[in-house]
């Protein structure tokens, strides 16, 4: 880009923040990294945005970079563009090596690595300089990640074992040993992801308003998933493919993502929690850790600091009978008995909260922690999926649908999932009831 070109953006980008309705949450270094990131979706050239970058910034702040993300987002540029854009921001911000390909730009970032001496991060072909930041949040995580079975803790285990489990196919993929088996393990990282889409994602976005990270960096966890996904299934079924060219350039890149999140998620989303969150809501997040498959590692004690969880006789109120039309129950009763029910039961109410979900004592398909209660339930879906269940709720509200039946697979065997309205007497809308049944049972029966 060319240098009035340049000037001209830095204007209208100052011009644009003095307006906002926000300026104090736009300092000048953030709308210069706010720049970069613009001039990237321009087309620029990475060689000459990173040279700039290193010219400006000797050290970043993990809160910095979100805080891009987010005026990004809110200057009007979809999430989608943002989140096609995460790969190039590895690139920008910690170097790179298959990443400069979305950049077209290979040659120039190999002499960046040259001459600068920042790679990728942790699982990399290239070793990572570590960032410095002077807001306090990567000593803060250090700490954190240190106290044993705290959720930062569990996560940064997990972290270690994925880098392996990635490690591990990259050698799979060079040697074509057990090149299949491998890639299964590798898949588990998707519990991982599952951890934080349920547990940091929404509190990072609704409470601390960090927006960049659960819009993007959730979106580009569900890619990743769905491509391992892709690429094992094909191979399962053909098993030719293992040796196909095209199939084969997609696992590495899709690797090249996975070891990418890695780093983005200690040296940036970590971190970013770290600082933020209080030490009841790591308490709290513990307690709903716990009720989830270990990723990669032995199952971790829950944290000694962990909320207990409730148990209903214990309630106030507990021996009070509900009075219904039908019939009357206490409240231990009542719970007992949903959570003898072989599904997975949410109900949502007329404001589209989180209400109530059964915690039986299976571990569940569907995880849904205890700190999601309360919370509007958009808040607890990937971006993708968000708009979806916006339809479905509408349609449900308005009256012109009274269920969904969606058909899924998990753990090897088919699962119902029926979203249906609740209405009363009088027809009036209540609230929706999710049902999650796992239906293998019935292929046993009816499949023979």
Known sequence: ??????????????????????????????LMLKSYIERLSSGEDLEAVKRDFVENFSEV?????????QALIASGTPVVEVQKLCDVHSALFHG??????????????????????????????????PLKRQDGADEKYNILKKIENHPLNIFSLENEAISQALKDLRTAMETRENLLNVLDRARELSIHYAEKGDLLYPLLKLKYHFVGPS????????????????????????????????????????????????YKEENILFPLCAKNFSEEEWQDLAR???????????KQPIWEKATPKKLAKNLTGANDEIQLPSGHLTPYQLDAMLNTIPMELTFIDENSVNRYFNDGDDMKLFKRPLMAIDREVFSCHPPKIEPIVRSIIEDFKNGSRDYVDVWNSRDGQPVLVKYMAVRDKENQYVGTLECVQPMGFAEKHFCK
């Open 288 to 298: 709903d850790f716990d009720d989830y498959k270990p990723c990669l590692i032995e």
């Open 96 to 129: 790179a090596t298959q990443a400069e390909k979305i950049a077209n730009a290979e040659k120039a970032v190999a002499e960046t690595l040259k001459n600068e001496s920042y790679g990728m991060g942790i699982g990399s072909k290239v070793k990572a300089a």
């Open 61 to 69: 702040e993990a809160v910095e970079i979100a805080k891009a993300e």
């Open 1 to 30: 880009m060319p240098d009035f070109m340049k000037k001209s953006l830095d204007k209208k980008l100052a011009e644009r923040e003095q307006t906002s309705n926000n300026p104090d949450e736009l300092d000048d270094r953030t």
């Open 215 to 262: 819009d993007v960096m959730w979106s580009v966890d569900d890619e990743i998933r769905d491509e391992l996904k892709a690429l094992a299934n094909s191979a399962h079924d053909f098993e030719s493919l293992l040796d196909d060219k095209q199939w084969n350039e997609r696992l590495d890149a899709v690797v090249t993502r996975a070891e990418e999140m890695i």
